[in-house]
């Protein structure tokens, strides 16, 4: 059984999908799965994974039948995983050689809910504006402090789950495609709030959260990606609805 798993849901990134898997095979950790899930792409994508699939067996390729929206598609990676721990790679993006190096002896403890690092937000490959930058070091947060940040300060603690290192058990658990009682708001389709959720909901569960300072993700910023597109400004709109729901349903945050 590989150690991590590196989690790549994919959907018509013909232009960018390799140098997103060049950065998944690059990890200095070796022991690990390289799962991509294509969401029915229509161009060329599902070819270029399979081509270098069948030169490096980390790389586990499936393909859905029809496009099951985004956020399903995180769930589906998730499902297909056997490594005890993963990392959800979004096909723009890139990881640090070293991001399983640095992350994994956190994680390991079993009082540690999650390990995230700083993201460098940018049009070109690492260069761009940091984002995430907590603490000047390595260190633990405990959960209470976490979630009160989490939950109150923009800007503070990750939204995007491309900055963390989870267990699989948990991603299966928190990647939520609805949330109950909220009505009128697709989640599935944009991802926004529910991203933010598995933080918050897996927090919940530990007694610590690790923070690894240096920024060993890269997320691409261009017109294709959800976020930037921004689309009716349902972005913010989603992480609001998800803020109030986990209120409501956590009454020790307030």
């Keep these: 059984m ?13 232009d960018l999908i390799l140098r997103t898997l060049n950065s998944a095979l690059a990890q200095t950790v070796s022991d690990i799965e ?25 790389i586990r390729l499936y393909r859905n ?5 985004p956020v399903r598609n995180w769930a589906k990676c998730a499902e ?71 939950t109150d300060m923009e800007n503070f603690i990750p939204v995007s789950p491309g900055a963390a290192l989870f267990r699989t058990s948990d991603l299966r658990k928190y990647i939520l495609a609805e949330l109950p009682g909220v009505k009128g708001y697709d989640f599935a389709r944009y991802g926004a709030g529910v991203d933010w959720l598995i933080y ?29 597109a921004n689309e009716n400004n349902q972005i913010p709109m989603g992480y609001a609805l998800a803020k109030k729901w986990l209120r409501m349903s956590v009454k020790s945050l307030n």
């Excluded at 039948?65 to 929206?69: K, R, V």
């Excluded at 918050?200 to 930037?228: C, E, K, M, N």
């Design 2 to 14: 590989p150690i991590s798993s590196i989690l790549i849901p994919v959907y018509n990134r013909q």
């Design 34 to 58: 390289i799962i991509v899930v294509d969401n029915n792409s229509t161009d060329s994508t599902y070819e270029i994974v399979a081509g270098l699939a069948a030169t490096d067996s980390r």
């Design 65 to 69: 039948d029809e496009n099951i929206g």
């Design 80 to 150: 297909y995983a056997t490594a005890p721990y993963a990392k959800i790679l979004f096909s723009d993006d890139l990881i640090a050689p070293t991001y399983l190096e640095r992350t994994l002896p956190a994680i390991i403890s079993r009082d540690c809910a999650l390990v995230y690092t700083p993201a460098v937000i940018g049009y070109e490959d690492w260069k761009g504006t940091v984002h995430y930058r907590a603490f000047i070091g390595d260190c633990k947060i405990a959960r209470d402090h976490f979630l009160r940040a989490t």
């Design 200 to 228: 918050a909901l897996t927090a919940l569960r530990y007694q610590h959260v690790a923070y690894v300072a240096d920024p060993l993700v890269y997320f691409h910023a261009h017109a294709g990606s959800i976020t930037i």
